[in-house]
């Protein structure tokens, strides 16, 4: 039986350890198979990344120490993120702002799979740092929408 | 809209909602599964431990607004008042809100409210639907109905399934069932080649 207080949800860390006082939080988006439906939500505060775009990013970021531009740094980021996430344009304030951070291609659905109060995770979740339910609610969710694209999104509660 | 009926079962696999049998229009309809962090919404307990952001909303012109499970008998009733007040009282004809979107603001707090966001290619307002764990479309009809919203009563055995499934996931998860006009994404999504900026 879960603990009322506990917001682990689905995750399960590689580590008991903590690697960081900072909090972890991963979220689930459902990459819709159209852009003719959806809702468009604005990307998690703080996100390092998704399982799906680590990899890129981090080479992204290992050019940027190593002297490319912050602008081409950012360019390469919008790109490797633009299959799901794109700069924002869509939604600003009543001052006339857009909002920093980016925003999502339609989505079939979004979904926290759950809060650390602290740092386990070196990188990013993936589909292995999730519990055997969390795993079957990510199987149940992807056959729910076929065709959709199920991406992992890692954000840092600061 | 999207193209006819074959479009839910491409995107949906199993059927969730029961929709009815009368439609009215060809505007087409969404329903989405909302799992509420109830405790932000109460704002109860601050000593507890709640992680910071760990919600979302979403975000839609108040034109789209059809119901809202939770909030239906209280947008109703306003809505029936309004319209009676709407004979005596002239000045709510100039509202930029319709009677029956002003009445679903009236009493949707704190489950949905207009918000102070802006969309730049749209002119009505925005309404926000706070405090989120998440939110899952499970029904998509080509076709808009007159009266009518989901409830719970309408969700199919798999959608009855899937919302117990997902009650459980987060402690004091209130969920609700958002029925909205039209089936297009629930704003348009501006791309930087469509701005100025390009």
Same mark, same amino acid.
């Given at each position: 039986?879960?603990?009322?207080?506990?917001?682990?949800?689905?995750?399960?860390? %590689?580590?008991?350890?903590?690697? @960081?006082?900072? =909090? +972890?939080?991963?979220?689930?988006? $459902?990459?819709? /198979?159209?852009? *003719? !439906?959806?809702?468009?939500?604005?990307?998690?505060?703080?996100?390092?990344?998704?399982?799906?775009?680590?990899?890129?990013?981090?080479?992204?970021?290992?050019?940027?120490?190593?002297?490319?531009?912050?602008?081409?740094?950012?360019?390469?980021?919008?790109?490797?993120?633009?299959?799901?996430?794109? %700069?924002?344009?869509?939604?600003? @304030?009543?001052? =006339? +702002?857009?909002?920093?951070?980016? $925003?999502?291609? /339609?989505?079939? *659905? !979004?979904?926290?799979?759950?809060?650390?109060?602290?740092?386990?995770?070196?990188?990013?979740?993936?589909?292995?740092?999730?519990?055997?339910?969390?795993?079957?609610?990510?199987?149940?969710?992807?056959?729910?929408?076929?065709?959709?694209?199920?991406?992992?999104?890692?954000?840092?509660?600061? | 809209?999207?193209?006819?009926?074959?479009?839910?079962?491409?995107?949906?696999?199993?059927?969730?909602?029961?929709?009815?049998?009368?439609?009215?229009?060809?505007?087409?309809?969404?329903?989405?599964?909302?799992?509420?962090?109830?405790?932000?919404?109460?704002?109860?307990?601050?000593?507890?431990?709640?992680?910071?952001?760990?919600?979302?909303?979403?975000?839609?012109?108040?034109?789209?607004?059809?119901?809202?499970?939770?909030?239906?008998?209280?947008?109703?009733?306003?809505?029936?008042?309004?319209?009676?007040?709407?004979?005596?009282?002239?000045?709510?004809?100039?509202?930029?809100?319709?009677?029956?979107?002003?009445?679903?603001?009236?009493?949707?707090?704190?489950?949905?409210?207009?918000?102070?966001?802006?969309?730049?290619?749209?002119?009505?307002?925005?309404?926000?639907?706070?405090?989120?764990?998440?939110?899952?479309?499970?029904?998509?009809?080509?076709?808009?109905?007159?009266?009518?919203?989901?409830?719970?009563?309408?969700?199919?055995?798999?959608?009855?399934?899937?919302?117990?499934?997902?009650?459980?996931?987060?402690?004091?998860?209130?969920?609700?069932?958002?029925?909205?006009?039209?089936?297009?994404?629930?704003?348009?999504?501006?791309?930087?080649?469509?701005?100025?900026?390009?």
């Amino acid at each position: 039986m879960r603990r009322e207080e506990s917001y682990a949800g689905f995750l399960e860390p %590689p580590s008991e350890h903590r690697v @960081s006082n900072e =909090g +972890e939080r991963v979220w689930l988006f $459902v990459r819709a /198979p159209t852009d *003719a !439906v959806g809702a468009i939500v604005m990307e998690p505060y703080e996100m390092i990344a998704t399982d799906r775009t680590y990899e890129a990013e981090r080479a992204a970021k290992d050019a940027f120490r190593n002297g490319i531009s912050y602008k081409e740094y950012r360019k390469q980021i919008e790109r490797i993120r633009s299959p799901l996430f794109v %700069p924002n344009f869509t939604f600003r @304030s009543d001052y =006339g +702002e857009f909002y920093d951070e980016m $925003v999502s291609r /339609p989505v079939l *659905a !979004v979904f926290l799979m759950g809060a650390l109060e602290k740092g386990y995770h070196e990188q990013v979740y993936t589909y292995d740092d999730l519990t055997d339910d969390g795993k079957a609610f990510y199987d149940f969710i992807k056959t729910l929408y076929p065709g959709s694209e199920l991406y992992l999104a890692t954000a840092l509660e600061t | 809209m999207l193209q006819e009926m074959d479009a839910p079962t491409q995107l949906i696999r199993e059927r969730m909602v029961d929709f009815p049998n009368d439609g009215v229009g060809r505007d087409g309809t969404l329903v989405w599964l909302l799992a509420y962090a109830e405790r932000l919404l109460l704002d109860s307990r601050p000593d507890a431990y709640i992680p910071l952001e760990i919600t979302t909303h979403l975000l839609f012109p108040v034109d789209r607004f059809v119901g809202l499970d939770l909030t239906w008998e209280q947008h109703q009733k306003r809505y029936t008042e309004l319209l009676k007040s709407i004979e005596t009282e002239p000045m709510l004809r100039t509202n930029y809100l319709t009677a029956y979107e002003l009445a679903a603001v009236d009493t949707g707090r704190p489950h949905i409210d207009i918000s102070t966001i802006e969309h730049p290619q749209l002119t009505r307002p925005l309404m926000i639907v706070p405090h989120l764990y998440g939110a899952f479309l499970i029904g998509i009809s080509s076709v808009s109905y007159a009266d009518w919203h989901c409830t719970t009563r309408d969700l199919t055995e798999h959608g009855q399934a899937f919302y117990e499934r997902v009650k459980r996931i987060f402690p004091s998860t209130k969920l609700g069932l958002l029925t909205l006009r039209g089936t297009e994404p629930l704003v348009p999504l501006v791309l930087k080649s469509d701005t100025d900026d390009a």
